[in-house]
């Protein structure tokens, strides 16, 4: 069945260094792909998304391309704020329903 | 746009006490989600729903969870007996046709 499969976390950088998550997943088709974060006591929101391959999603200095050929979505951003701190999910959606596939989520803590 | 609304913020009720859950989703929204948040678990899908009709409720863990949605405007989860393990934070989320999904701002439920 399809999937996600995202680095463990916890990540662990200083102010201003680059950062990548990296995404893998697994699905028939051609899936639609996203990027949640989830700061501290909120709900998940939208990052940034990719609807078909070589598409990159950017919002806030944070990027992903959509590569099918490696079937990688990774999240990059060249230079973190002590406020990116939050936890980052991956998530795909594929097929004719609305359901999510998640992955199990990477934290994220910037020092300054 | 007032976004997911989820009631109340917080719960603390004794086991065996019945609990309600409440979500109004975003307006034009005809997908609504419900997930359940532990640092042991993650995040995990309850039930959907697409135009008020439950699709998916194979992630309710037992027959002691049960999901409605009267109207477009809004649904209830229910627990009852409650049990200490049921212990989670809940998110609500609705969706429109481009599939994103926008998250309440979660419910806190303990179960002592």
């Known amino acids: 069945g399809d999937s996600v499969t995202q680095m463990e976390g916890p990540v662990t950088l200083s102010e201003e260094a680059f950062l990548t998550i990296n995404c893998t997943y697994t699905?028939?088709?051609?899936?639609?792909l996203f990027w949640y974060v989830q700061y501290p006591g909120e709900g998940l929101q939208l990052l940034l998304k990719?609807?078909?391959a070589d598409d990159k999603g950017s919002n806030k200095g944070f990027e992903a391309t959509y590569r099918k050929e490696t079937t990688s979505f990774h999240l990059e951003k060249g230079s973190v704020q002590v406020s990116d701190s939050a936890v980052y999910f991956c998530?795909?959606?594929?097929?004719?329903?609305?359901?999510?596939?998640w992955g199990l989520g990477t934290s994220l803590a910037v020092n300054p | 746009d007032a976004g997911v609304i989820q009631s109340p913020r917080h719960e603390v009720t004794e086991m065996g006490q019945e609990v309600t859950l409440r979500c109004k989703p975003i307006?034009?929204?005809?997908?609504l989600f419900w997930y359940r948040q532990t640092m042991m678990r993650g995040l995990e899908l309850l039930i959907y729903?697409?135009?008020?009709?439950?699709?998916?409720d194979s992630g309710m863990p037992e027959d002691r969870f049960s999901a409605k949605m009267p109207n477009a405007s809004f649904s209830t989860l229910k627990i009852q007996p409650s049990e200490p393990r049921d212990s989670a934070v809940y998110f609500c989320?609705?969706?429109?046709?481009?599939?994103?999904?926008?998250f309440g701002p979660g419910t806190r439920l303990t179960v002592t």
């Open positions: 989320a609705s969706s429109p046709e481009d599939r994103v999904q926008y």
């Open positions: 307006s034009g929204h005809n997908s």
């Open positions: 729903f697409n135009n008020n009709v439950p699709i998916d």
């Open positions: 699905a028939t088709g051609y899936p639609s």
């Open positions: 990719a609807t078909k």
């Open positions: 998530a795909l959606n594929a097929g004719n329903n609305r359901k999510l596939i």
